[in-house]
């Protein structure tokens, strides 16, 4: 017989003891309980002021910071959908610059269209 199929035999024959002994014997493992730590309150950021800039510029300035849930809304009122960002400048922003919030806060964005103003 090889050494390879020796071991082979070897290893197969300590998984049933391994698998059906009662617990406490050789060749059973025992569940540790390990405690739980509560984790510290997520970091707050501060929210940047992108008072009038473009809108995708003001996405990037979020995004910069570590702010991810934006919000877009048109200024005008008319619900469009803001969908070449750079045609569209900032006009407000809820909430407002230099507030610190938690980094999954929705940030709204309101802009109009450079057309509009």
């Known amino acids: 017989m090889s050494r390879r199929m020796v071991t ?6 300590l998984v049933p003891v391994a ?4 617990p406490g014997e050789p060749g059973t ?3 540790v309980k390990t405690s739980t730590s509560t984790s510290a309150p997520a970091k707050l950021i501060k929210v940047p002021d992108v008072s009038g800039m473009n809108h995708q510029d003001a996405q990037n300035a979020m995004q ?6 934006l919000r877009e809304v048109d200024g005008t009122g ?20 230099g507030t610190e919030v938690a980094p999954d806060a929705v940030i709204t964005l ?3 269209k450079y057309d509009d103003r």
Do not use: H, K
């Open 29 to 31: 493992t025992t569940a």
């Open 64 to 69: 910069r910071a570590g702010l991810y849930n």
């Open 78 to 97: 008319q619900g469009r959908a803001l969908v070449i960002d750079r045609n569209w400048v900032q006009t407000g922003q809820d909430p407002a610059p």
């Open 8 to 13: 082979a035999l070897a290893v197969l024959a």
């Open 110 to 112: 309101t802009a109009v």
């Open 19 to 22: 698998c059906g002994a009662p």
